[in-house]
């Protein structure tokens, strides 16, 4: 079951969904014409760094040990965007981001559901081409940490990152009966690479 905004905001209050920093505002008002708040959705924002993998003679080869953050440190340069040196990605060019928004789905003792969430990209976005993040949007029952946004500009066009935009969108879901918690190995990650 997708949750609601009312039912997202319930969750947010009981701990059962931890965003920080917590979107605002969550009605829209006179003054305050937006909220990220969809009837179904939250929006989340670009966070402040950019990897950029490198070209070059390597294979990447996901059956060799090791972590798969560490292999695309090895083979990449991370930058930081602020508002007056934003990131500029030229078509067909792939980069790694993150959410500047902290998400935790805990698993908590004693409820016989718990949450899960899937991050999706924007239409918004996706009309200039933009793939925002694409073949693994799930978020799993237990996670805490960033959310990596593979991001890759199939448009003409080059399109501008700034931090602080909104860039994708959570979807928030109950999972029924709680999982036994088995983190990834991207577990508290705090940079695009996990």
């Not at 905001?9 to 059962?16: N, T």
């Not at 981001?97 to 999706?120: K, M």
């Not at 073949?135 to 805490?144: D, E």
């Not at 931090?163 to 705090?190: D, K, T, W, Y």
């Amino acid at each position: 079951m997708i949750l609601s905004n009312v039912e997202v905001f319930h969750a947010l209050d009981e701990g059962r969904l931890i965003i920080r920093p917590e979107p605002r505002p969550r009605l829209s008002t006179v003054s305050q014409a937006h909220s990220p708040y969809d009837t179904h959705s939250v929006d989340l924002q670009l966070g402040n760094e950019i990897t950029i993998p490198s070209g070059g003679q390597f294979t990447y080869d996901l059956t060799q040990p090791g972590r798969i953050a560490d292999t695309i440190r090895q083979h990449s340069e991370t930058i930081t965007i602020t508002d007056r040196q934003p990131f500029c990605l030229r078509p067909n060019h792939f980069v790694l981001a993150r959410t500047l928004e902290w998400i935790e789905l805990p698993i908590l003792p004693g409820h016989e559901t718990c949450l899960a969430a899937r991050i999706e990209g924007k239409s918004s976005r996706a009309r200039f081409g933009i793939l925002i993040h694409f073949t693994a949007p799930t978020v799993h029952p237990g996670f805490k940490g960033t959310l990596t946004l593979e991001m890759i500009n199939l448009g003409p066009a080059s399109f501008m990152l700034r931090p602080c935009m909104a860039i994708a969108q959570l979807i928030v879901e109950e999972v029924r009966g709680c999982p036994i918690h088995n983190p990834s190995q991207f577990q508290g990650q705090q940079n695009p690479a996990g």
